[in-house]
């Protein structure tokens, strides 16, 4: 199995940044790509950005040019920078990895983290 833990929310000010963080640990074997997903009240859970172990990356069109997502050189971290920062943001972020079909496909992969609350209010 694998297992997600996300970290980094929180609450900001319109125009700020904030960096999510996402480790995976257990069988990271099965693990190709990774991504980020939110899911705002009201709303289905849709996809940010994903990326996979070779570094290629799709993002949603409302984040291009000011999200950024990137893995570590173990590819066991997945991050995901936040600039400019807009209300419609505010969501639970959830990290999700699986195999090579989630970046090429837009297809979610097996494993959840728990998420991770992002409020953009002024």
């Known amino acids: 199995q694998v297992q997600l833990v996300e970290s980094g929310g929180g609450l900001v000010q319109p125009g700020e940044s904030l960096r999510l963080s996402c480790a995976a640990s257990?069988?990271?074997?099965?693990?190709?790509?990774m991504a980020w997903y939110r899911q705002a009240p009201g709303k289905e859970r849709e996809l940010v950005a994903g990326?996979?172990?070779?570094?290629?990356?799709n993002y949603r069109y409302s984040v291009r040019g000011r999200f950024t997502i990137s893995r570590d050189n173990a590819k066991t971290t997945v991050y995901l920078q936040m600039n400019s920062l807009k209300p419609e943001d505010t969501a639970v972020y959830y990290c999700?990895?699986?195999?090579?079909?989630?970046?090429?496909?837009?297809?979610?992969?097996?494993?959840w983290g728990q998420g991770t609350q992002v409020t953009v209010s002024s």
């Open positions: 999700n990895a699986g195999g090579r079909g989630v970046v090429l496909y837009g297809r979610p992969g097996t494993y």
């Open positions: 257990g069988s990271i074997s099965n693990i190709n790509d």
């Open positions: 990326i996979t172990s070779g570094g290629l990356t």
